[in-house]
């Protein structure tokens, strides 16, 4: 943008001797040949109908020049003013203000470049105060999650503080009462019934092997046919878990060694895959067989072999005598009679 020569401030004063007009912002009176409010800088339109204020003619030589209802009168007479550098100054000295714009030469008072309608001056911007430090939206939101997370903690603290008082008093006066199977110890089984085959002597039956009397089971050993075996069952009252079996000879060692006595037999069991051949001992008295079985109602022994009877005292008998047998075990099922407190 090239920069309009400056005004003189006379030339100026001269040329606000024409028709004014009046702001529409603002109100003030401005010159017909002003593009733009002195006061406002608010523009000024041509158009608009004018507001001639009468004068009369200077005398002389008076040239009136009109265009769209104002004039602006000059004189033939006068030379036009210089516009030097001295003059320039000497405007500036008398008060006026230069456009930073275009340069023109304007009154003190005036605000706005009567010429291209810029700012003459502006007063410094206030000065915003410096924004305050804000937090992100992440640390925001972490803000949060912790101080919910520790009244949650709270609130969890102060329950169990109140509750737990309650919980452990309760559970010092309460007593539980709870019902635990009793595993019974092996023991000896009480047999309900013995069979035996063949039944046996007069009175040497088979009864007498589970009676706890000094009588005898007899058979006549040296009657049995070929392949033919004495069979004792012995029947129980519930179904029962066997860990031994007890077998009793005659303690006397003479009646002992007089009558035959059982050597080879071999057992079995209800729910047995197979029957466990075992072989006893030539002694008199009681003696032990280690013999497993699992809820069974009965138990069979079959005297396979026996050992020779002898002659002692110059007697020797033909039977084959057992004493007692006695089973041990417990109850397949464990009793439940048993409480144990709390």
Request: glycine residues 8%.
């Amino acid at each position: 943008m090239t920069a309009k020569k400056p005004i003189p401030v006379a030339q100026y004063r001269r040329r606000r001797e024409v028709v004014s007009q009046t702001c529409t912002q603002c109100g003030a009176e401005v010159a017909a040949d002003e593009q733009f409010c002195p006061k406002c800088g608010a523009f000024i339109d041509p158009l608009a109908p004018p507001r001639p204020t009468p004068a009369a003619p200077p005398p002389g030589n008076v040239i009136s020049v009109s265009s769209d209802g104002t004039y602006e009168e000059f004189s033939l007479e006068a030379r036009p003013p210089s516009v030097g550098g001295d003059d320039l100054a000497e405007d500036l000295a008398d008060g006026g203000r230069p456009c930073p714009s275009c340069g023109a030469v304007n009154p003190v008072a005036n605000r706005h470049c009567q010429e291209c309608g810029a700012r003459l001056y502006q007063d410094p911007l206030p000065t915003a105060p410096r924004p305050a430090v804000q937090a992100t939206a992440g640390v925001r939101a972490a803000l949060a999650i912790s101080g919910l997370l520790l009244l949650v903690v709270i609130v969890a603290l102060l329950f169990n503080a109140f509750e737990g008082d309650e919980e452990v008093a309760a559970s010092t006066t309460e007593v539980v009462q709870t019902t635990a199977p009793v595993v019974v110890q092996p023991e000896e089984i009480d047999i309900l019934k013995a069979e035996c085959q063949p039944e046996g002597l007069g009175s040497f039956t088979c009864s007498n092997l589970i009676s706890g009397s000094p009588a005898e089971y007899q058979v006549v050993w040296e009657d049995l046919e070929e392949g033919e075996k004495v069979t004792i069952r012995l029947l129980f009252r519930q179904p029962m878990i066997v860990t031994q079996i007890l077998w009793s000879n005659i303690e006397d060692p003479t009646r002992f060694a007089q009558n035959y006595r059982a050597r080879g037999i071999r057992i079995d069991a209800q729910g047995s895959l197979t029957a466990v051949p075992f072989e006893l001992e030539n002694i008199p008295g009681t003696q032990l067989i280690d013999y497993a079985a699992v809820n069974a109602n009965w138990i069979e022994i079959t005297i396979e072999t026996a050992y020779q009877a002898e002659v002692k005292d110059g007697n020797v008998f033909r039977e084959i005598a057992i004493n007692e047998i006695t089973i041990i075990g417990r109850p397949a099922t464990p009793t439940t009679e048993g409480t144990t407190d709390g």
